[in-house]
C-alpha cells in the first residue's frame, strides 16, 4: 500500500532526509519514530504530498503521489501534527465541507459524520463555532474529516497531542480495528508506549536516516521495551 524507494528531501545543502526506504501493506501499524529534527514530519509530509521529495519515489496503493497526486489523495487519510480548522466554522459545517471536496453524496456524508462524530464523543458539539473547541476536540475533529472517505490508507503525525487518556484509549482501539479492517496506517508519534502496544513494524529515523527498521517483534528480541532499544540505538 506504502512504498518509499531511496526517498530523500534536500534544503538548500541540508538533507533533512535520506535514502529512506520503508513498505507498509495492508492491516500493518508502521510506528515511525526518532528525536526532534530526525526528519519525521518532513517524510510524512512528502508521502501526503505537501512537499516534494528530491529524490527516490513514493507510491501509495501504487500510485505515484508526484506523478499522480490526485489519485494518490483520494485514498489517503491525513491527520497532521497541527491540524488546520476554519475556526469560523462550526463543526458540522466544516465536515461538509470537507465532505464536499472529496465529493461525497450528501446522505452518505450525513451517516459518516453521524457514526464518527458519535464515536469521537464531538456529536453533540457540531453546531458550536470550532473557535471554542478545545484542543482535544479539534483533533477528534480532525481525525473526523481524515475517516469521511473511508480512506485505505491513514497518515497520522502525532495522534495523540491534546487527547485525554479516554480519547487515548478510544483512539487505540479505534485504530488496532481500522488495521484489521485491512488499512495501512503510517503514524509518527514520540509516545513509545504508544507506538510499543500499537505498532505491528516499526523504524527509527535519527538525523534523516533510518537506523532501524523491521517487525516490532525482531526489534524488540534483545531489548527490554521500546524505550530501551531507542536509547541504545539513537545514542550510538
Same mark, same amino acid.
Given at each position: ?5 531511496? *526517498? ?13 526506504? $520503508? ?5 500493518? $501499524? ?10 519525521? !514530519? ?11 521529495? !528530491?529524490?527516490?519515489? $513514493? ?19 491525513? *491527520? ?6 476554519? &475556526? ?6 466544516? +465536515? ?12 452518505? @456524508?450525513?451517516?459518516?459524520?453521524? &457514526? ?7 456529536? #453533540? ?5 470550532? &473557535? ?9 475533529? *480532525?481525525?473526523?474529516? @481524515? ?20 480519547? *487515548? ?9 481500522? @488495521? ?7 503514524? /509518527?508519534?514520540?509516545?513509545?508506549? +504508544?507506538?510499543? &502496544? +500499537? ?5 527509527? $529515523? ?11 517483534? #525482531?526489534?524488540? !528480541?534483545?531489548?527490554?521495551?521500546? #524505550? ?5 540505538? /539513537?545514542?550510538?
Amino acid at each position: 500500500m506504502i512504498k518509499l524507494s531511496n *526517498v530523500g528531501k534536500k534544503f538548500g545543502d541540508y538533507w533533512a532526509v535520506k535514502d529512506l526506504n $520503508i513498505e507498509v501493506n495492508r492491516g500493518e $501499524i508502521f510506528g515511525f519514530l526518532g528525536p526532534n529534527g530526525a526528519g519525521k !514530519s518532513t517524510t510524512i509530509k512528502m508521502m501526503s504530498g505537501l512537499l516534494k521529495p !528530491s529524490s527516490g519515489q $513514493i507510491l501509495i496503493g501504487g500510485y505515484d503521489i508526484v506523478k499522480e497526486p490526485i489519485k494518490a489523495k483520494s485514498i489517503i487519510g491525513y *491527520v497532521p501534527d497541527k491540524g488546520f480548522v476554519y &475556526e469560523k466554522l462550526n463543526g458540522r459545517e466544516f +465536515l461538509n465541507f470537507i465532505a464536499a471536496l472529496y465529493k461525497i453524496d450528501s446522505k452518505q @456524508a450525513e451517516r459518516k459524520i453521524n &457514526e464518527l462524530t458519535t464515536m469521537f464523543s464531538i456529536k #453533540e458539539s457540531l453546531d458550536e463555532l470550532i &473557535e471554542n473547541y478545545s484542543a482535544g476536540m479539534r483533533q477528534r475533529l *480532525v481525525f473526523t474529516a @481524515a475517516l469521511l472517505h473511508e480512506p485505505e490508507i491513514l497518515l497520522i503525525d502525532e495522534p495523540i497531542i491534546g487527547l485525554d487518556p479516554k480519547g *487515548v484509549r478510544m483512539l487505540k482501539g479505534f485504530l488496532g480495528e481500522l @488495521a484489521l479492517k485491512g488499512a495501512a496506517i503510517f503514524m /509518527t508519534t514520540h509516545s513509545l508506549l +504508544l507506538a510499543e &502496544e +500499537l505498532c505491528t513494524n516499526i523504524g527509527i $529515523i535519527n538525523k534523516g536516516s533510518m537506523i532501524a527498521s523491521g517487525a516490532k517483534e #525482531e526489534l524488540l !528480541s534483545h531489548a527490554r521495551g521500546l #524505550e530501551d532499544f531507542f536509547m541504545q540505538i /539513537t545514542e550510538k
